[in-house]
């Protein structure tokens, strides 16, 4: 360790140590600065995008309990085109579509759905978009499409989803008059602890009368 008898030394050494680093220094500091500033500016505008979201689903929510339909839209379109990484993207899709039932296009749900069910990030909300557009598939008679919606499914990203739909596929198969197949899939869902109130009335309901206990006689 070098040791400086005076203070001229010290001086020297100092402006000598400057000389060698001080444009380095200068850089980093600056760089430091930058960077906490620049985070610091993409988090707050992080959350002025969260709450302008947040404010436009809450009207959104307001249209579509006034039934302002037209409102709807617009509003979901500007969700969509402004914040589409957002989860109220996809919330305001869900809402469009549900929208577009209640006037009666079933068509025009559908496409909502269709595309949220393609771009969607999340496991959940791509569950959410299947499981009403199968449900539309079978309002429609559309059940193959149903089925084969339902047969594109990844168990793995499906958890807690399981049982619902195995009662729709139980629901598609009576439809389409595959009672054998509809109580299989009526079973999946019992055992899969679906709550449905209606799933075992359906089951009960296409029992076959031979598979049905008889009483005991005396």
């Not at 296009?105 to 978009?129: F, P, R, T």
């Not at 309002?139 to 990203?157: H, K």
């Amino acid at each position: 360790m070098e040791i400086y008898e005076t203070e001229e030394q010290q001086v020297e050494a100092l402006k000598r140590w400057w000389k060698e680093n001080g444009t380095s220094t200068i850089v980093g500091l600056i760089a430091a600065i930058v960077l906490v500033g620049g985070w610091n500016f993409w988090r707050s505008y992080q959350q002025d995008q969260q709450n302008q979201a947040s404010a436009l689903y809450e009207q959104l929510l307001t249209d579509m309990e006034q039934s302002k339909y037209k409102d709807v839209e617009k509003i979901s379109e500007r969700l969509m085109d402004q914040y589409g990484s957002s989860a109220y993207s996809a919330y305001a899709q869900l809402m469009l579509a549900k929208s577009k039932v209640q006037q009666g296009d079933l068509d025009g749900s559908k496409a909502v759905l269709q595309q949220l069910l393609q771009n969607a990030g999340s496991d959940e909300i791509k569950n959410v978009a299947r499981i009403r557009l199968v449900r539309l598939m079978l309002a429609t008679g559309d059940y193959e499409t149903g089925l084969q919606l339902i047969a594109e499914v990844d168990p793995s990203s499906a958890e807690g989803f399981s049982g619902t739909y195995d009662e729709l596929t139980g629901d598609l198969y009576v439809a389409l008059g595959r009672l054998g197949e509809a109580r299989t899939a009526y079973q999946n869902a019992l055992r899969s602890g679906q709550q449905s109130p209606l799933l075992q009335f359906k089951l009960d309901d296409i029992t076959a009368p031979e598979l049905v206990t008889p009483p005991a006689t005396e």
